[in-house]
């Protein structure tokens, strides 16, 4: 079966630093593009990072530009986000987006169950 299980959350201090893995199985991790979105309480769920299947091409809203970090194994089948200088607007459950792109595997998405980031002094 399908499955992406995110890692690495927790707390962290403000200017701190954490690294989220989400592995990924049941599907062929390398025809998908990836992303990291993250959702607020009472909050929209948004996009944080987004890699395309090779990891050739990064993609990251002004708010985590510089700071965020995704990047791929397409041995491991595993997709990371570093992320640096975290301030409090960062605390989100962070969650693992699997996409398909029109080249392959169009029109299949999968998403995991994600992984609280908290960041507070």
């Known amino acids: 079966q399908v499955q992406l299980v995110e890692s690495g959350g927790g707390l962290v201090q403000p200017g701190g630093s954490l690294r989220l893995s989400c592995a990924a199985s049941g599907f062929t991790f390398r025809k998908y593009a990836m992303s990291w979105y993250r959702q607020a309480p009472d909050k929209e769920r948004e996009l944080v990072a987004h890699?395309?299947?090779?990891?050739?091409?990064?993609t990251y809203p002004d708010s985590m530009k510089g700071r965020f970090i995704i990047s791929r194994d397409n041995v491991k089948n595993t997709v990371y986000l570093q992320m640096n200088s975290l301030k409090p607007e960062d605390t989100a459950v962070y969650y693992c987006?699997?996409?398909?792109?029109?080249?392959?595997?169009?029109?299949?998405?999968?998403w995991g169950k994600g992984t609280l980031v908290t960041v507070s002094s």
């Open positions: 890699i395309t299947t090779a990891g050739g091409s990064t």
């Open positions: 987006h699997a996409q398909g792109t029109i080249w392959s595997d169009s029109g299949m998405d999968y």
